[in-house]
């Protein structure tokens, strides 16, 4: 159980932005340029752009990457979703994202953990538009052996607004910081001798979206990213 709720907390994710080097190439954003449908300053997910991720985990640690494409855009409850597909489903699973009025969403479906199948997992992963220390809940419901569904929650509180985050050696303006508690009743977190919070620290770019995600179980940063305009 303890590492489907760290499967599902994963799946909160939404990129964006530029390259470096032979591997970047930075686009300036066009004057008077409109973001499209389902996308926003932090959650630039047009069609084409790509998001690679280093990914450390595991003890003694081990470090890995995977990337993410933005393949397609399609309409769930009357919103455009982008999808981001990855090229490694065991470190990132395939999601999609939308960017609505400040608010973004995710959602993951058919996810797989540990032999568990959970049809759909939604969340709302940033409100850019809220003052600091705003707080947001959803609950998505996990199927379990024996205890039937838990109830997982995602609570996050907009802890911070312009940052500047330094990662992997690249400085990230406009950077926002929200922390997420993730919660099972009591009940359930004893009866599998599991705790019953865990705390994920995210950051996201203006930009960029996702830039830096910490968890019990991993530390995520961008390496790289392209978005195209």
Excluded: H
């Excluded at 390259?19 to 996308?39: M, R, V, Y």
């Excluded at 490694?88 to 995710?106: E, Q």
């Amino acid at each position: 159980m303890k590492q489907i709720i760290l499967g599902i907390t994963f799946c909160s994710i939404v990129f964006s932005a530029c390259k470096k080097n032979k591997d970047e190439e930075i686009i300036p954003t066009p004057t008077g340029f409109q973001w499209p449908a389902g996308t926003g300053d932090y959650a630039p997910n047009t069609n084409g752009s790509t998001f690679t991720f280093e990914i450390v985990s595991g003890t003694p640690a081990v470090t890995d990457s995977f990337t993410y494409t933005v393949t397609k855009d399609t309409t769930i409850g009357g919103l455009t979703y982008r999808k981001l597909e990855s090229n490694k489903s065991a470190l990132g699973p395939t999601y999609y994202a939308n960017y609505n009025t400040g608010v973004v969403t995710n959602i993951t479906y058919n996810f797989t953990v540990q032999g568990f199948s959970i049809p759909t997992v939604k969340q709302t992963v940033l409100k850019d538009n809220v003052p600091v220390n705003n707080i947001w809940s959803d609950t998505v419901n996990v199927p379990a052996p024996v205890i039937g569904n838990v109830p997982v929650s995602f609570t996050s509180t907009l802890m911070q607004k312009d940052l500047v985050k330094n990662i992997l050696g690249k400085d990230y303006a406009g950077t926002m910081y929200a922390k997420q508690i993730v919660g099972i009743p009591a009940a359930v977190a004893t009866f599998l001798n599991i705790p019953a919070t865990s705390q994920i620290d995210n950051y996201f770019a203006k930009g960029v979206g996702l830039v830096q995600k910490d968890a019990t179980s991993n530390n995520v940063k961008i390496k790289r990213y392209s978005v195209v305009k």
